[in-house]
């Protein structure tokens, strides 16, 4: 195995930071950035702006100029080795005189893969997996999206020690504290719709937007309504019904306030209707190819919580717990049983943090781990 340096980590991080600058702006492209070094000193980095524009190693390469001739460039993700919108990144980096190319994660996507392999028989100096897991970090969307075909669903929810997502009166403020609340807001950033199921708007009349970060673009709203009970009055329909999007059932459409709410502005969403329950992905897989959707935040309830785990379509799942213990008689995170402890749904442990008193956790599914472990 390579061996990784304290230079590695250091600009690698500095890579990384310049990738999260365009988090959720470039999908259906993957977030990367890049950093020119040249003894020792940052000569330019870059990021990949959004779809279409360039991708960041030629950002970065293009402000270094000269400069990059015997440089190393760090960057999370493999370089592109095929012509999409852009030219071939190893192109361009073996053009400009690079020595050494030193990356966060290989590509999972087969179309663009094998820029190692072109870089090396360029004669390049070729590094893999630094910061490989924070690397995958930022592409985890984009491998669900190329995989599955359908937008990618991160299920955040803050609890208490025991589990409990509010009080016996639905009260869930706060549970967490400030600093988490914070990091939401910039885990909405990083997504392209928040989304809750109707019980969460009929109790919260929540706005589901950015707040405390700058954002070019809210993210949409989007509601799982099964019977239309949204109320016209509702924030989301009174401010935001042209980012709103309810998914409800078919049959739902035929109804009078289905007319009402499309006069307003709102998105309906029919899928259909399995046994009383909504096909989830159905509705996931709409979202990406209608309207352009990649990445969604579910933050609940625990209804929705359920019938998103119990269909397997959690791809990461987001635990902030509180130092706190909430009695039997509050809202768990999941309204629901496999029944035994063989019947579980099990995923794999990804990062954890502290954010003061709270602890982060985070889960990626099995199968975007198998994804992880082999790139």
């Known amino acids: 195995m390579e061996r990784i340096t304290l230079e ?4 690698m991080n500095l890579a990384i930071r310049e990738a999260y600058r365009a988090k959720g702006r470039t999908l259906p492209n993957p977030a990367v950035g890049a950093v020119v070094v040249k003894n020792g000193k940052v000569v330019a980095t870059g990021y990949h702006e959004r779809a279409g524009l360039p991708h960041a190693e030629a950002v970065a390469l293009e402000k270094a100029g000269e400069e990059a001739k015997g440089a190393t460039l760090y960057v999370t993700l493999e370089p592109c080795n095929h012509y999409g919108r852009t030219p071939p990144c190893t192109e361009r980096i073996i053009k400009a005189g690079v020595k050494e190319v030193v990356i966060g994660v290989r590509d999972p996507n087969p179309v ?36 599955k075909k359908r937008a990618f669903l991160n299920l955040k929810l803050a609890m208490t020690l025991n589990g409990k997502i509010a009080d016996r009166n639905g009260n869930s ?56 009970k949204i109320p016209t009055n509702c924030f989301l329909v009174k401010e935001r019904a042209e980012e709103l999007i309810v998914i409800t059932a078919q049959e739902s459409l035929f109804s009078y306030k289905a007319g009402i709410l499309k006069d307003l502005g709102v998105k309906l969403l029919p ?3 399995l ?9 996931l897989t709409a979202l990406k190819e209608e309207f352009g959707i990649y990445s969604v935040l579910c933050e609940g309830g625990a209804l929705l919580a359920w019938s998103l785990l119990s269909k397997n379509l959690v791809d990461k799942l987001t635990l902030f717990y509180a130092p706190k213990i909430l009695g039997e008689d509050g809202i768990p995170a999941f309204k629901g049983s496999f029944g035994s402890i063989e019947k579980a749904f099990r995923l794999e442990p990804f990062r954890e943090l502290k954010f003061r008193d709270d602890t982060y956790l985070s889960f990626h599914s099995r199968e975007l781990h198998e994804v992880e472990r082999k790139v």
């Open 112 to 147: 663009a893969a094998g820029g190692v392999e072109r870089l090396k028989s360029a004669g390049i100096k070729v590094k893999t997996g630094v910061l490989k897991k924070r690397c995958f970090e930022l592409i985890e969307d984009f491998v669900v999206n190329t995989l």
């Open 173 to 228: 403020k706060w549970i967490t504290g400030e600093a988490s609340r914070r990091f939401v807001q910039k885990l909405r950033s990083w997504h392209n719709a928040v989304m809750v199921g109707i019980g969460t708007v009929l109790k919260d009349n929540p706005k589901l937007t950015v707040r405390d970060f700058p954002v070019e673009k809210q993210p949409y709203a989007v509601v799982v309504d099964r019977e239309l």
């Open 8 to 11: 590695d980590i250091r600009f």
């Open 275 to 283: 046994g009383g329950k909504l096909d989830l992905k159905e509705a």
């Open 271 to 273: 899928v259909f209707d």
